[in-house]
């Protein structure tokens, strides 16, 4: 005699490992508002004055001897907090990289970049991924990357991003193993690396 089973019916999907998914009809919005949120009140930055990009492009983050060392556990913590963020906010996606950097010996300096995301943050809360139904399947890569942007040890730092229609669905911004030796190969580096995701995607 085989037993039955019932099968009881499962709420939508809205909330999942600290995304918010709002499903429409036509559409889906993946976003981490309260996350955010979250973050904001975790780091005292509920307050703060809002600032318009993540990083001040005039700042190069660099290993200064003489900065006042920080406790390294709460660094640690705020940038492990920024990394998740990064799944559903490709914009912070090069700065938080490049903060995750001096992770060994975090100085007041860096808290303070690490901080300015927050304050980024706290003025585009709201901000997510758009997944809409319609869009096609054609898929394209995009990628740049500077030239020798690490002031520690002279590599490049590079980024892709892999769009499927009008979907984003994959995206990175990291440091060159390599060390270019000019800005044409800095680029065919990083162009050969999104090739290599689009022919995996495909």
Known sequence: MQGKFEMSMMEELTF????????????????????IRDLMKK??????????????TSVKMDINTEGKVIDQTRYRTLIRSLLYLTTSRPDITFVVGVCTRFQSAPEKSYMTVAKRILKYLKGCQKVGLWYPKE????????????????RVDRKSTS????????????WFSKKSNL????????????????????????
Request: positive net charge.
């Open 43 to 56: 780091f005292c930055m509920e307050e703060k004055t809002s600032v318009k990009i993540p990083m001040n």
């Open 179 to 202: 060390i270019a030796t000019s800005t044409s190969k800095a680029e065919y580096i990083v162009a050969c690396t999104c090739c290599a995701q689009v022919l995996w995607m495909r």
């Open 16 to 35: 999942f490992l600290g995304l918010q998914v709002n499903k429409m009809n036509d559409r889906t919005f993946i976003s981490q508002t309260k996350y």
């Open 135 to 150: 869009g096609g399947f054609k898929l394209a890569g995009y990628s740049d990357s500077d030239y020798v942007g690490c």
């Open 159 to 170: 980024g892709t991003c892999q769009i499927l229609g009008n979907r984003l669905v994959s």
